[in-house]
């Protein structure tokens, strides 16, 4: 079975298990507790912290551990906005093809805080240039929330022109990260706040981080103990803060490396489905693109079809953002991107590992992508 929905979820990396360990069976203590056991976990904590601060450019204090990108943007989101409210700040700028917990983040600011909110209008491949970017901003806009690698078509924003752009305006920029993280570097950008996620990385499912620079105003969304400076009150995960921080070092370890020899054989991938398949279409930018990502629409077949003969030969993928699975509607990024609906709902997404392919795998993978396309295209 070849598992091509890294996009979705990863594997567990056995050195961040190793990392983990420890505080999974030996160190258990709950690190606000003020005991030995206790001091033990929170030391833990804090250099796991201090760990992931450094590699996203932030300080120490700026990062938040959560229970993953889906509450980070949230934080994000709500927290930097509804701490604007006090400051007449009632505006909110994103795009149209964002993950849904920022989208729906920002519809709840609408539906109960009075919020307005702005989309940043996307070209066909889905970047928010900075043209459109500085249109949408305004005197009273609280937050910029961008996407910096789109989780189904892979296409990357061009993070330096639009926090450009939302500094020129004095505006804290957050970008979701989720997927960019480990495959692009981050601490160079400026960004005012950074969500990543860990599961994405190669450690466990259930922790992510928001980093939020000290100087921007957030409003907590969780109340009770005040772990994490007041911002995120609950009891921490300590092992998954500590095996986040491992995966992100590893990853950012092998980034150059691994992002150049991945780009290159996704590279020939893409091009064999293109050449293979008449009706296939590349979504998202060409050039600028995550290395590991490549997705297509397949017009004049059904998407899920050509998932399911995929996976019948053994090759596991997706339509898309797995918070959407199961949905009948269309790719709300697809449409954002000027796709009609029908050839939307064509779309195949294929998301590599790390590790990449060998020999002459790419050339073989696409001949069986067009095996598979041919396959549904006779069905009817």
Not at 23 to 48: Q, R
Not at 242 to 264: C, F, I, K, N
Request: proline share 5%; glycine share 12%.
């Amino acid at each position: 079975m070849l598992y091509l929905d890294h996009a979705a979820t990863s594997p567990v990396r056995p050195e961040v298990l190793d990392a983990m360990r420890p505080y999974l069976i030996g160190v258990f203590g709950n690190p606000s507790s003020h005991h030995t056991a206790g001091e033990a976990a929170a030391s833990a904590l804090e250099d796991a912290r201090m760990r992931v601060a450094r590699l996203l450019g932030m300080r120490t204090g700026d990062v938040i551990f959560t229970s993953g990108g889906t509450e980070a943007n949230n934080l994000a989101v709500k927290g930097i906005v509804l701490a604007g409210l006090e400051r007449g700040r009632r505006h909110l700028v994103t795009s149209p093809i964002e993950h849904e917990s920022i989208l729906e983040s920002a519809a709840y600011l609408e539906r109960f805080h009075g919020v307005t909110v702005t989309l940043a209008p996307v070209d066909g491949t889905g970047r928010v240039s900075p043209a459109a970017l500085t249109a949408a901003v305004r005197d009273d806009t609280a937050l910029v929330s961008i996407g910096h690698a789109n989780n189904e078509i892979g296409s990357v924003q061009d993070a330096a022109a639009l926090g450009q752009v939302a500094r020129g305006a004095g505006v804290p920029l957050h970008l979701d990260a989720v997927q960019s993280a480990g495959w692009l570097p981050l601490a160079e950008l400026g960004a005012d706040a950074i969500s990543i996620a860990g599961h994405k990385l190669g450690a466990p499912k259930g922790i992510g981080v928001l980093a939020v620079r000290g100087r921007v105003p957030l409003e907590p969304l969780l109340h009770g103990g005040g772990q994490e400076r007041g911002r995120r009150s609950g009891t921490e995960n300590v092992a998954g803060a500590v095996g986040l921080a491992t995966a992100l070092e590893l990853a950012e370890a092998e980034r150059p490396a691994r992002a150049s020899q991945v780009g290159a054989l996704t590279g020939r991938f893409i091009r064999g489905v293109l050449d293979a398949v008449p009706q296939a279409a590349l979504t998202g930018d060409a050039e600028h693109r995550l290395p590991a990502t490549a997705s297509f629409t397949f017009a004049g077949t059904s998407g899920e079809a050509v998932l399911l003969e995929l996976e019948r030969r053994g090759v596991i993928s997706s339509s898309g953002s797995a918070c959407a699975a199961g949905s009948d509607e269309p790719s709300h990024v697809l449409l954002a991107c000027g796709i009609p609906p029908e050839v939307a709902q064509t779309s195949v997404r294929f998301t590599f590992a790390r590790e990449p392919l060998q020999g002459d795998e790419p050339e073989r993978l696409a001949a069986l992508v067009a095996d598979a396309v041919a396959a549904v295209a006779s069905f009817k």
